[in-house]
């Protein structure tokens, strides 16, 4: 249960200790369903611990005195019923354990600071035409650095650092405007291995609309659902797929790729379109600066007034028309229960597309299919660098490394 790259002074605050004994493996497995069962039903008495889990009232008892000893769950009032002694509800220590999780985005890079409950204590942001590498990589150390020392004593409370990014950020090279040179500086970088050069913590990399997948699977609609498909409308449009409770996260780490599905069929010689062309933000800024307006105002409320708003309503029905496209596409391949779309604009524009993605998916022919709800995502445009953060979260307190903070206990 100790992260693997923290060490600790002697007057550091203590996290999960190794145990000397033959059945330490079971042992930490075992608290680690315990805080997964406290974080899944927020502050719980001992004896719900102990129905929540199946383990005796015993092991319950030995093992939250192990979790307040190591100042992961702290007690909260005593609550008075009608029958019996009074419970004792314990809870997360939001101090108890810090994450970093770090998106680079070609619009932006994210900072977020995250704590052992998932909410945010730090946030910074960085705002660019397109990263320069010999720019970007420097601030990345220096604001995830700065993050940590302002955490003060709690600093060895740090578990890991999270990083989401595109793959191929200078993938689309020729439509972002950039050179071959600029676009292979990125591609021949390896970001993870970078970050963790700057750091003692560990680093986890992930593609960056999976670590928003995460997010939404772990503080947002996974929690009510058990199979879903996510679109995420950035920049650029992507996508996760949760099976299960379970992301997955396909051969090469890149289901839900949705930037490369073909928004038609072949003919002749010519390839077809694919449906980032149509449903990125992208493409929303371009009618923008063709109409000198900020293009920033893709990403925030102004894109919902005047004078922006009609260049916004004619972007969505392409969009609208593009996500349809992948709600039909994945229901057919996938036959899912729901298909959950979020994105880095405004909440307006989030459900405007919403509404418009149902609308043309009325067109459709759905004989053969059992049509998915269309929903809106609930985490918006922090799911990424918070799905990055959640990653070290996951690494060193979630039983099943298979899942992402979600079991079934």
């Known amino acids: 249960m100790t992260p693997r790259s923290t060490s600790l002074a002697a007057d550091s605050p203590k996290l999960l200790r190794p145990r000397g004994s033959n059945q330490v493996g079971m042992r930490a497995f075992n608290e680690r369903v315990v805080l997964q069962a406290i974080r899944l039903n927020g502050s719980v ?11 005796t009232a015993q092991t319950i008892g030995l093992i939250t005195t192990r979790l307040e000893d190591d100042e992961l769950v702290i007690k909260h009032e005593r609550v008075r019923g009608r029958i019996g002694q009074p419970s004792v509800p314990l809870a997360l220590n939001p101090d108890g354990a810090f994450s970093i999780g770090i998106k680079i985005g070609r619009r932006r890079a994210e900072w977020l600071l995250v704590d052992f409950t998932g909410q945010v204590r730090q ?34 409370r740090l578990v890991g650092v999270g990083v989401a990014a595109p ?13 071959e040179a600029q676009s ?3 591609n021949q970088i390896d970001l ?22 995460v997010a939404e699977l772990v503080t947002g ?5 058990k199979s879903f498909l996510y679109l995420f409308v950035d920049t650029f449009v992507g996508g996760g797929l949760v099976i299960n409770s379970h ?3 396909g051969l090469h780490g890149n289901a839900g790729a949705v930037a490369s599905l073909p928004s038609s069929i072949a ?15 992208w493409e929303l800024e371009q009618r923008f600066i063709a109409h000198g307006l900020d293009p920033s105002a893709a990403y925030d409320e102004r894109a919902m007034s005047a004078p922006f708003e009609m260049e916004t309503s004619a972007w969505l029905a392409n969009a609208a028309n593009a996500l349809a496209h992948c709600v039909v596409s994945g229901t057919a391949f996938l036959d899912i229960e729901a298909v959950v779309i979020d994105g880095s604009f405004c909440r307006a524009l989030l459900n405007r597309v919403i509404e418009r993605t149902n609308e043309a998916l009325q067109r459709y022919n759905w004989e053969g299919l059992w049509p998915a709800t269309v929903i809106a995502g609930n985490v918006g445009p922090d799911a990424a660098a918070l799905g990055g953060a959640l990653l070290p979260l996951h690494a060193n307190f979630a039983p099943d490394q298979e899942l992402f903070l979600k079991v079934g206990v």
């Not at 008495?45 to 383990?55: F, G």
């Not at 960085?126 to 003060?152: C, K, Q, S, V």
């Not at 793959?167 to 050179?179: D, N, R, T, Y």
């Not at 291995?193 to 997948?213: E, G, I, L």
């Open 45 to 55: 008495p001992k004896a719900e611990l102990a129905r929540l889990t199946r383990l």
């Open 123 to 156: 946030r910074q942001t960085l705002d660019y035409a397109f990263p320069d590498a010999h720019t970007l990589l420097p601030a990345i150390g220096e604001r995830m650095n700065a993050m940590r020392d302002e955490l003060g004593p709690l600093s060895p």
């Open 167 to 179: 793959f191929q950020l200078g993938g689309w090279h020729k439509m972002l405007g950039l050179s």
């Open 184 to 186: 292979n500086e990125w």
């Open 192 to 213: 993870g291995a970078q970050v963790q050069a700057m750091t003692d913590a560990p680093v986890s990399f992930a593609k960056d609309t999976s670590a928003a997948c």
């Open 221 to 225: 609609r996974g929690r009510d659902l």
């Open 247 to 249: 992301l997955h996260v």
């Open 267 to 281: 003919v002749g010689t010519t390839p077809p379109g694919q449906v980032i062309s149509q449903a990125s933000l």
